[in-house]
């Protein structure tokens, strides 16, 4: 009983006292995945980019600051209304000035034109999908071809808990991932073991096809 609700709260955190610890375990340990992923993503500052499942906020802040350019933008989604409100305390000057923009939503589901994005990335946030060919082939929609997305990931920590039965399903598994980024028209899909000091991760990077080889 206890690995589900800690898995719901992982994947959905609410305004309770689960989502409120769950929001402080995204701030501290998720704070190298989320520095690596912006910085794995060579961020440009005219380019548009959007962050996938961005719980409190960290990563839109830092990426934000790395879009100086006057077309530079910032796109959020995450479909916890808990982390919703905290990402909105978090980059308050930026949603004021335009620079980003949130979205409430599913990523199977989100409000935004075909071939948008320049750059997406996300960590610890796969898992929770409940249909990763859905969301594939939505992420593929809202990216521009030859876009790059970047995911980041301890796997060894993703292992434990999933034996634990903390993790839904068999949805955890990198190559579950990244077989339904290949089967929805991503390219140069490729999981490589990055280092940041003495912590070691994984990152999985995939390009976004042209449409016509989709």
Known sequence: MWAKKL?????RPTQSIGGWLVSKIFKTRNQVLEESAVHLCKIQPEETVLELGHGPGLGLELAAKLLTGPKGHMIGVDYSEYMHQMAKKQVKEFLESGKVTLHL????NMPLEDNCVDKVFH???YYFWPDLGKAATEIHRVMKPGGLIVTTLRQSHIAALAAKKVMPGENWRPEAYMAAL????FTDIRMEDTHH??????AIYATASTRDSV
Do not use: E, H, K, M
């Open 7 to 11: 898995g719901g709260q992982l994947g």
């Open 105 to 108: 939503c599913d990523v199977a």
């Open 123 to 125: 960590c610890n946030c």
């Open 182 to 185: 290949r089967d929805t028209g």
């Open 197 to 202: 000091g003495n912590i070691t991760f994984q």
